[in-house]
């Protein structure tokens, strides 16, 4: 350790006094500091498009990046797909990393692990002046508007969703009895609004009693002992199952399944997975809410690169389209037949059509 | 004349920058018991080793029944019918007896992977027969007396028997250095019974002890045999005399230079010291006084010994040192009271081995090497080189790992660091010379009683009872958790082991 | 002794082994995407890597002495949440705040380990749980926002113009945990402590103590771990560290500190952190498939064990 | 995980070791009394099988990973290699990615899988000597990608009617892969008691020199271990996916701490030599009380983990106190 130790302080010394001389500053010297922001518009086979992900192992996800696939193949590039295993720390660290490379016609679309994930990635976006697109977690101060390179940032409108399917819940047990809730991960805002929407959609239907919630973070297998618990625990008084996404749903019908009480339960989630599409449309499940992924991966790409070729302007981007709550539709037996094959449509992706999907300024 | 059980003809082994076999000779008739003798570094764990196929010699042969062979490995060794039973017992713990005795060889006990565990005990009730001990096969290893674990392994051994039509080679390296006298007398009762079917090879340091139980000794020095000795009417001093190369003093526990205790306010005063396992214990111990306290497994001498190291709790009773009542919560407490401690178990308790000879010296008074409150480098080296010199330690260096010294000097380096501060009013030693050889047990004699001339009190839990007899001023038999008796040791007026003997029991 | 001669120079090799292994890395990401070794990613890497480092650096005490800390990560979230609860209230003086409670919430697993006498795998198991829950619900299960991070800015600016200053900070952290281990006694302490407890206490060592303090720097450097990711992220959260745990021991093993205590150093786990941080960071960069990159990163990892641990000082393997 | 040498200075009494394994089982006792005394709903029959129904997985990967902390080796690979061996069994047996429909052929398949992961990271240790810890926790993180290849991006579901109903079905108000989950257990008990492989591992965790010194080839041992390990949890990659029908990636997510958590609650040491799937099924049952008990008594989903944790260490701290020695190893 000797040895080691004397060249550490000396370097420990000299960093030190560098310090003292040069002083401190924002951001690290070298590199490119050219802020892109829309001034020189690259040429479109210049364009960096990177879609960043949690995982590729979840089939919503997954479509994700198929649809920003998609979308690159269209326009002759490939998306470079990146996944951080749920991981904050992990997407920072990559974010960052993408950034340090060249971002002179960066595209990002990126799905922020939590709220708490999106500051970062858009102060680091806009220093290097990458082109970004968040989707589903912002805080809500946080205005893409404020900044010259976020883009915009697409979102579904969670309490509607809650409500819409609570609703659904509500009518197929006729009204009235008890139902049980699971919550996706506590501390991101989809779980909590949905949640929310829920609690309303309970306001207005004062017969439905919300026995118990659970958390069962958004988990297939998790969901599957929390509802095993809970039908224990609250036995016939369980009508039916409120899930804050299809995953949990689908765990909630396997553990009806195994206590033989299939069908005789209401379930109902939020995302529309195929899975999930296929079990309403089979009667299983009452409910889902769509969020098309494949859509999310491709447009969020697509707007990215209309602004970087300058065949959108950022200052031209209206203020409501900076921050919008996409379309959604409630999935049920009646309609579920035509989101059983969700496709992306090339036409979405065009310049003139990235905001079609608009359901209304983020609230 | 028949050929011999086993042969070794110029054998050499080198280690980096040692020679620790020189051409070693060694014959083994059948049916003998025979002892090797030599001090530390004689080469005799290395030659042990080398017989169980541990250690793969750089030349010379090794013969058995006059055929030379190769042993590659203990399994090798054990074809060919040597065993050995190890100085630090290598029991599994956790496993029962039964499973200890056919480890490596289960043969029909254990058919396809499957245990059949009837098979198994009687197999290993088989073994146990042979040697006379009526061990519960199945009980777990951990559960048995240090003494019936011996046992075990000696069983382990024979094992051998199964693999060779010829009668087994036994090694037994130091199996007395942790026995009490009663089990010292089973284990040679037992060896005398394994000669008639066995060869046995038997390494002590106790020289008595290897003149009572074997027919023929050889005597290794420096990596050679340097002589044989039939033992019929042969006296320890002549082995000692060519162990070490020149007439070995008379005066081995250095009695002549006792300190005379003067009678004056005693540095270490107990008064009704309770715990677990021992009660009621009060002595005192003068300045420059040695207390020896003898006592039979179990006679709770260890507890009192660590109690008074604050690593034992106590549930009553006074210490008071020099005077002062102190409290000893915590080993902490003892080292600032300026209590020092060598436990038994140097490997485990005493060493930290892979820790340099300088970190081991300084480990427990931190304070000497400390300039404010920091390492002082050159401080360290000076201290800690001074005191290789002043107890000759044999080391390439003070920055060499502890664990590659021999055992005497890893020894005097655990003695090293309750001097290194200068502050040291009681030596706690526990077994001090267990497994070290003569030259560095009188070493380690010579050290004790310089230290009680300069006034330090020594608490001694001796080897063995002539240890304790030569060593201590004053001797406390403790049975039972509690003081039997006191007998007074001084110079010239020593009491004789039998008489100790029959209070212990 | 010739032998202590002969050893130096592959003890000197095995010595400097994280260090071949971060070049090796860098040389054969650098291989993949030349773009990768350019100074801005560099240095990019340097700053991602910084809460590593610290979180990484505090916790090889703990396994110096023997122990291991699973509650680093969850202790570092819980800190997040903390300083942004504070820093409106405290300003400058949250920071210092955070890293003194965080120290004290691992000095005192630290003394539950020791009197207890439980393992300290299960102390901080269940310390990661509680201390999960505990930011759980401080922070209504949600993310807390800074909106005044002036008092912490100064953690996300660069040194020179170069050198991000939380990697400064964590060099500093490491320096210095590491100078004093070397002129103070500690060192010998938790040696002996991981090497070899009870001949450490039978030789007056102050093991409970020095155990305690072990776990109280992990928890300090948990703290600061913290700091650094406000200062980057804006905000707290009840869950935002808690990925870092396996990556911090997986730094502390890679750096080649053995994991059964005695043998290794805070400037193994420095390098051990940094190929970490390559490698959760530069293989998707670089452009290698999700699937594939877990694979790699499980065999480059082990490989990279393989390569680092000093089988001298390491008997048993388990 | 460290191997203290064999001649421990200081014997435990027996007295100590009896009361070290009474500690867990007078520990549920006490938990599921609590429990019971609390909720009506809690005590119900319903909810007793359900707990029991609930243990399967984890008993299974704990039975596993049991046999490796016997050795004093540690195990955190189960989370990979659950994924690996869900995601292969979903695509084998009949399901809507392919045509395949290999039924139980598909299970052994998956199994397999498992041992095959299991025994690299025995290689590893053995091999290259990377410390258990790494060279599993690597193997986890290779099980996952391999999962993650399987996957491509469509969930596979389980149309197989036999898998499916492992699940469903029932026997004694049980269902199927509680009993597998039984059988596991009582397969293991009896490898840990009858066969060299069971006995060689609890022997490695007590004094691994040792048997190296009887001539007893270690380092097979320890690669069978890690296999047979990785053959449970290959099983319990299949018994998840038989209980959500479909193949996950996420299949082990969690299992791999809890299971060391049941087997150490249990009083499984994780220095090893000590323990046994006895110890570690009464160790899952105490898990599996406290994770239910708490849902049904109401503790808020935010406190749930933390009461869990503070639990598990109430109830190691409850069963070591009563032997604690002033000069105690603990690490």
Redo the contacts between chains.
């Keep these: 350790m000797n040895i080691v130790l004397r060249p550490a302080a000396v370097i420990m010394s000299l960093s030190l006094a560098a310090a003292v001389l040069s002083g401190c500053s924002e951001q690290a010297a070298g590199g490119n500091d050219t802020a892109a922001g829309g001034e020189a518009a690259c040429e479109p086979s210049a364009v960096r498009l990177v879609g960043q992900v949690r995982n590729e192992s979840n089939p919503y996800e997954a479509s994700w990046l198929a649809g920003g696939d998609a979308f690159a193949k269209s326009v002759g590039l490939t998306q470079e797909r990146l996944t951080y295993d749920g991981d904050s720390t992990k997407q920072q660290e990559q974010i960052s990393q993408i950034l340090a490379g060249d971002t002179k016609c960066l595209v990002m679309n990126v799905l922020p692990n939590g709220d708490s994930d999106t500051a970062p990635i858009v102060k680091g976006a806009d220093q290097a002046g990458a082109y970004l697109v968040t989707q589903w977690n912002k805080p809500a101060d946080l205005k893409p508007a404020d900044y010259k390179t976020w883009l915009s940032h697409i979102t579904y409108n969670g309490v509607e969703s809650g409500q819409q399917i609570g609703d659904a819940l509500a009518t197929a047990i006729g009204g009235s009895g008890g139902i049980i809730a699971l919550q996706g991960v506590l501390d991101t805002a989809a779980a909590k609004d949905r949640f929310a929407g829920l609690q309303k959609s309970l306001e207005k239907n004062t017969g439905v009693k919300l026995l118990d919630q659970q958390a069962a973070n958004f988990s297939r297998a998790e969901a599957l002992t929390v509802t095993k618990t809970l039908l224990t625990k609250h036995g016939d008084k369980v009508k039916g199952i409120w899930a804050a996404n299809d995953d949990m749903a689908l765990g909630a019908l396997e553990a009806l399944q195994q206590a033989g009480l299939a069908g005789k339960v209401a379930v109902v989630g939020i995302d529309a997975v195929p899975d999930a599409v296929t079990a309403v449309k089979n009667g299983t499940m009452t409910a889902t809410v769509s969020s098309d992924g494949s859509w999310q991966g491709g447009v969020g790409l697509a707007i990215g690169f209309c602004a970087a070729t300058g065949k959108l302007k950022v200052e031209e981007i209206a203020k409501d389209n900076r921050a919008f709550f996409a379309e959604q539709f409630l999935i049920t037996k009646d309609n579920a037949g035509e989101f059983a094959a969700p496709k992306t449509n090339p036409a979405d992706f065009e310049c003139g059509n990235v905001f079609n999907r608009v359901a209304g300024p983020l609230t | 004349m028949s050929v011999p059980a086993l042969e070794v003809r110029g054998l050499v082994k080198h280690y980096p920058g040692v020679k620790a076999l020189d051409g070693v000779d060694l014959v083994v008739r059948r049916n003998e018991v025979l002892g090797l003798a030599g001090e530390n570094g004689a080469g005799k764990s290395t030659l042990l080793k080398a017989l169980v196929g541990l250690v793969a010699p750089d030349a010379g042969s090794i013969h058995v029944r006059g055929e030379p062979v190769r042993l590659r490995s203990v399994v090798d060794a054990a074809d060919h019918g040597i065993g050995m039973v190890f100085q630090e017992q290598s029991l599994v713990p956790n496993l029962t007896a039964a499973e200890n005795i056919v480890l490596g060889s289960e043969g029909p006990a254990v058919r396809r992977g499957v245990y059949r565990w009837e098979v198994m005990r009687r197999l290993a009730q088989e073994q146990l027969d042979k040697i006379g001990s009526r061990i519960d096969p199945l009980a777990r290893t951990d559960s048995l007396s240090f003494a019936d674990r011996q046992m075990v392994e000696i069983a382990k051994v024979l094992r051998i028997e199964e693999r060779t039509q010829h009668p087994p080679v036994v090694i037994l390296d130091e199996p007395t250095s942790v026995l009490e006298p009663k089990e010292i007398d089973t284990l040679f009762a037992q060896i005398r019974r394994l000669r008639e079917f066995a060869t046995v090879i038997f390494v002590s340091h106790r020289l008595d002890e290897v003149l009572d139980v074997c027919d023929r000794v050889t005597v290794l020095r420096g990596g050679r045999s340097v002589g044989e000795v039939a033992t019929a009417g042969a006296v320890p001093r002549e082995l000692h005399r060519m162990m070490i190369g020149s007439t070995g003093s008379d005066d081995h526990y250095h009695e002549n230079a006792a300190t005379t205790v003067v009678s004056e306010e005693p540095r270490l005063s107990v008064r009704g010291l309770s715990g677990a396992t021992f009660r009621d214990i009060s002595f005192d111990v003068a300045r420059g006084e040695i207390v020896a306290i003898v006592g039979v497994h179990g006679s709770g001498r260890e507890d009192v010994c660590r109690a008074l190291f604050g690593a034992e709790p106590t549930t009553a009773g006074e210490i008071r040192m020099d005077g002062r009542t102190i409290e000893l919560p915590s080993t902490r407490a003892a080292c600032a009271a300026g209590i020092g401690y060598v436990p038994a178990e140097r490997k485990i308790e005493g060493m930290v081995g892979p820790m340099s000879v300088a970190e081991n010296m300084t480990l427990a008074k931190q304070r000497a090497r400390l300039a404010g409150p920091f390492v002082a480098p050159r401080k360290q080296a000076t201290l800690v080189d001074s005191w290789i010199r002043r107890l000759s330690i044999r080391t390439p260096g003070r920055d060499t790992p502890i664990q590659r010294l021999s055992g005497g000097n890893q020894q005097k380096v655990i003695l090293a660091r309750w001097l290194v501060a200068g502050d040291v009013r009681l030596l706690l030693l526990d077994h001090p010379t267990r497994g070290l050889d003569i030259g560095a047990r009188s070493e380690v004699y010579r050290l004790m009683r310089e230290l009680a001339a300069t006034g330090v009190a020594t608490v001694l839990l001796g080897d063995s009872l002539e240890e304790a007899i030569g060593m201590a001023d004053r001797i406390l038999v403790m049975t039972d958790g509690r003081v039997a008796t006191e007998v007074a040791c001084p110079n010239g007026g020593k009491p004789s082991p039998l008489d100790l003997v029959k209070e212990m029991v | 002794?010739?032998?202590?001669v002969?050893m130096k120079p592959v003890h000197r090799l095995t010595?400097f082994m994280p260090l071949i292994a971060l070049v090796a890395l860098v040389a054969a990401l650098t291989v993949a995407d030349p773009?990768f070794l350019?100074?801005?990613?560099l240095?990019?890497?340097a700053?991602?890597a910084a809460?590593?480092i610290v979180l990484a650096a505090g916790a090889t005490l703990v396994v110096l002495c023997?122990?291991i800390d699973l509650s680093i990560a969850a202790l570092a979230s819980l800190s997040t949440v903390f300083l942004a609860l504070w820093l409106p209230e405290l300003g400058g003086l949250a920071t210092p705040a955070v890293i003194l409670v965080a120290a004290a919430i691992g000095a005192a697993q630290g003394a539950?380990?020791?009197l207890?006498?439980?393992?300290?795998?299960?102390?901080t198991?269940?310390?990661?749980?509680?201390?999960?829950?505990?930011a759980?619900?401080i922070?209504g299960?949600?993310?807390v926002?800074v909106v005044d991070d002036s008092t912490i800015h100064?953690l996300d600016?660069?040194?020179?113009?170069?050198?991000?200053?939380s990697a400064?900070m964590a060099?500093?952290v490491v320096?210095l945990i590491?100078?004093v281990?070397?002129?103070?006694?500690l060192?010998?302490?938790i040696?002996?402590t991981g090497?070899?407890?009870?001949?450490?206490?039978?030789?007056?060592?102050?093991v409970?103590l020095v155990k305690i303090g072990a776990f109280c720097v992990s928890g300090g450097c948990a703290g600061l771990a913290a700091v650094m990711?406000v200062s980057?992220?804006?905000?707290?959260?009840?869950?935002?560290?808690d990925?870092?745990l396996?990556p911090a021991?997986?730094a502390i093993?890679?750096g080649g500190t053995?994991?059964?205590?005695?043998?290794g150093?805070v400037?193994r786990s420095f390098a051990g952190a940094l190929v970490v941080?390559l490698l959760?960071?530069?293989l998707?960069?670089v452009?290698v498939?999700?699937?594939?990159?877990?694979?790699?990163?499980?065999?480059i990892?082990?490989?990279a064990?393989?390569l680092t641990?000093d089988?001298a000082?390491v008997s048993?393997?388990? | 995980m460290t191997s203290e040498v064999v001649n421990a200075p200081r014997r435990q009494s027996r007295r100590g070791a009896s009361f070290r394994d009474a500690g867990p089982p007078v520990a549920l006792i006490v938990v599921f009394l609590v429990f019971a005394a609390l909720s009506p709903q809690f005590r119900s029959l319903d909810n007793v099988a359900n707990i029991v129904d609930a243990a399967a997985v984890l008993a299974v990967v704990t039975c596993g990973i049991t046999f490796v902390l016997m050795m004093g080796s540690i195990d955190l690979s189960a989370a990979g290699v659950m994924g690996a061996s869900a995601l292969t069994v979903s695509l084998l047996v009949a399901n809507n990615r392919n045509d395949n429909d290999f039924g139980l052929l598909g299970i052994a398949v998956a199994v397999l899988l498992g041992c095959a992961f299991g025994c690299l990271s025995g290689l590893a240790l053995v091999l290259l000597k990377v410390p258990s810890f790494m060279a599993t926790l690597g193997m986890s993180a290779v099980g996952l990608g391999v999962a993650t290849l399987m996957f491509a991006g469509v969930q596979p579901n389980i149309s197989d009617t036999m898998v499916k109903g492992l699940a469903i079905e029932r026997f004694l108000g049980l269902s199927y892969l509680t009993w597998i989950a039984a059988g596991c257990v009582l397969v293991g008990w009896l490898v840990q008691r009858y066969t060299r492989l069971g006995r060689y591992a609890f022997a490695i965790g007590g004094a691994e020199e040792v048997l190296a010194l009887s001539g007893v080839k270690v380092k097979p041992y320890k690669v069978a271990v890690f296999t047979l390990a990785g053959a449970f949890y290959g099983l319990a990659g299949v018994m998840v996916t038989s209980q959500l029908g479909a193949g996950l990636v996420q299949a082990g997510d969690g299992y791999d701490f809890s299971a060391i958590t049941a087997a150490v609650v249990g009083g499984t040491l994780l220095t090893g030599g000590r323990g046994g799937i006895g110890h570690s099924a009464v160790g899952v049952l105490l898990v599996m009380v406290l994770t239910n008990g708490l849902v049904q008594v109401g503790v808020s989903p935010y406190w749930q983990g933390g009461v869990e944790g503070l639990i598990v260490v109430a109830a190691v701290a409850a069963a070591v106190i009563p032997q604690r020695r002033r000069n105690q190893v603990v690490k």
Excluded: C
């Design positions: 002794m010739s032998t202590a002969a010595g773009d350019t100074q801005r990613s240095i990019a890497v700053r991602t809460p590593l023997g122990g539950a380990h020791v207890l006498r439980i393992p300290s795998f299960i102390v198991l269940g310390g990661m749980a509680i201390l999960s829950a505990v759980l619900v922070s299960a949600g993310t926002r100064w600016l660069y040194l020179a113009g170069y050198v991000p200053m400064a060099v500093l320096a590491a100078v281990l070397t002129v103070t006694p060192r010998s302490w040696a002996a090497y070899s407890e009870s001949a450490a206490r039978l030789a007056g060592t102050p409970d990711l980057r992220q804006f905000s707290g959260g009840p869950t935002m560290a990925n870092l396996l021991v997986a093993v890679v053995a994991i059964t205590g005695g043998h150093s400037w941080t959760r960071v530069g998707p960069i452009g498939p999700s699937a594939y990159e877990q694979i790699l990163y499980g065999a990892i082990v490989v064990v393989a641990l089988r000082k048993t393997v388990k």
